[in-house]
């Protein structure tokens, strides 16, 4: 009895150290790796700094949103700026998985004796911790625009962050994931993760949109996190979605794409390396 109590957790066991260690150093790697390079950093947050205040300044008053009683541009842009900055920390850091492929890490990481699980995890993890702080950072811009968020609105903001990070990430790893070429990475990303952010609700209301970007905006998963750091930040405006099922939609989307990220890391086998 004794014995069958010791062989049987035998391939329980390694799989903890098999997943958790690696998916830490993984982590730990893309957080350094990203804090090392300061122009990056620096790029990340000021490009949208930039872009939020020469956009919103320059639509100024003369844009109004229906529910927001005249609210000025630069605060409904807010929201928007800030997703700027998760979607661009998100899908560029992936593109490490493209570097480390060429470098031939990636390859050393495949053949090692660990779960390629731990690969989708550390990676993921790691790109959403740094695209949440850079957000969390931007945050503290709030009262900037009047916005001055309690411990509770604060804490939910951050959740709102995280997962729209961890979404973003796992999506960018997906795309990542069977490319060799940086050029192509950033094609992509001009093709389908701009117009992505564009019909989020970042610039716009999905309330004065013509009826068929109202349907590509209610089917964009983007658009529920706009509308819940919004509906957060200004508690008095009418959104067009509540807080819950904002959430809800965006745990569903980080759910699956999270799990396709797995699905493609553990299909893809027989990759050869660049």
Known sequence: MATQTATLPAHIVPSKNELLLPAFTLWQREVVRFYRQRTRVVGVIASP???WLVIGSGFGTSFRSGGANGQHYLDYFY??????????????????????????????????PVSRSAI??????????????????FLAFAPLVDVHLTLGMFLMAALTVFLISFALTALG?????????TQAFHAIINLFLIPLWLLSGAMFPLSGASE?????????PLTYGVEALRTLLYPANSPDF???SSLATLVLFSLFMFGLAFVMVNRRTTKPAA
């Open 49 to 51: 700094i930039v872009f």
């Open 79 to 112: 929201p928007g700026a800030l997703i700027m900055i998760v979607l661009f920390t998100s899908i560029f850091t992936m593109m490490s998985v493209i570097e480390d492929r060429k470098e031939g890490f990636l390859l050393s990481v495949l053949v090692a």
């Open 120 to 137: 989708v995890l550390g990676k993921v993890l790691g790109g959403t911790t740094l695209a949440t702080i850079q957000g969390l950072i």
């Open 173 to 181: 790893f997906v795309i990542a994931w069977p490319m060799d070429s």
């Open 212 to 220: 068929w970007l109202r349907v590509l905006m209610r089917i964009n």
């Open 242 to 244: 509540s807080l819950f």
